[in-house]
Each structure stands twice: as C-alpha cells, then as structure tokens.
C-alpha cells in the first residue's frame, strides 16, 4: 500500500524558516511529478509547488522566491524549504504525488497535511 508521510510542520514566527519533508512508502515502480498543496480555513487548497521527474520547478506567485522545492529520488522523498515566512502562509501543507506502481497503472496520492503557523 503506498502511503506519503509529511512531516516538519510546526509554529514559527513571521520571517523564519521551515523545512516540510515527505516520503513516499509502498511498492511503487517509478514516481511522476511530487506537488505540495496549501489550505488555510475557510479557503480552498490551492497549489503551491510542483517538481517534475526531471527536476523541473514550478512555484505559485505567492511564494516565488521565498520557497524552495527540490527531491530526492534515491529517498523517494520531496522537500519544501520555506523562508521568510509570512502570518499568510499558515495553512495545511499536503503532499500530492502521481505514482507509477507498476507499469501502465499511475494513480495520484494524498498525504495527510502537516500543519504550518506563522504567527508571533
């Protein structure tokens, strides 16, 4: 069964950092792209950033320039370094993932969330 664990949420104070990892658990036979998603109350989830297969980024005007997303394939893992953060930036964090588990048969996966604040 794959299974995404975020982890590295927590409280911080506005223009401090944070580091969120998720890792992907389960017979799987190749990872798509690896996404992180964003939902503050009462607002709905929206995209954050994305990273292909080939390392190609792609990152909400929101946050361009103050996060970072990378992977690490050997580790079937996918980071977001955020910086500077803002109070507007508390949200749960979701990882997403399209997953090859075997040949011919993709389906998209969910993480749980991990929650972010951003508050003095």
């Known amino acids: 069964q794959v299974q995404l664990v975020e982890s590295g949420g927590g409280l911080v104070q506005p223009g401090g950092s944070l580091r969120l990892s998720c890792a992907v658990s389960g017979s799987i036979f190749r990872i798509n792209t690896m996404c992180w998603y964003r939902q503050a109350p009462g607002k709905e989830r929206e995209s954050v950033a994305y990273?292909?297969?080939?390392?190609?980024?792609n990152y909400a005007d929101s946050v361009e320039g103050r996060f970072t997303i990378s992977r690490d394939n050997a580790k079937n893992t996918v980071y977001l370094q955020m910086n500077s953060l803002k109070p507007e930036d508390t949200a749960v964090y979701y990882c997403?993932?399209?997953?090859?588990?075997?040949?011919?048969?993709?389906?998209?996966?969910w993480g749980q969330g991990t929650q972010v604040t951003v508050s003095s």
């Open positions: 997403n993932a399209d997953i090859l588990v075997t040949i011919g048969r993709m389906y998209n996966y």
């Open positions: 990273i292909t297969s080939d390392g190609t980024t």
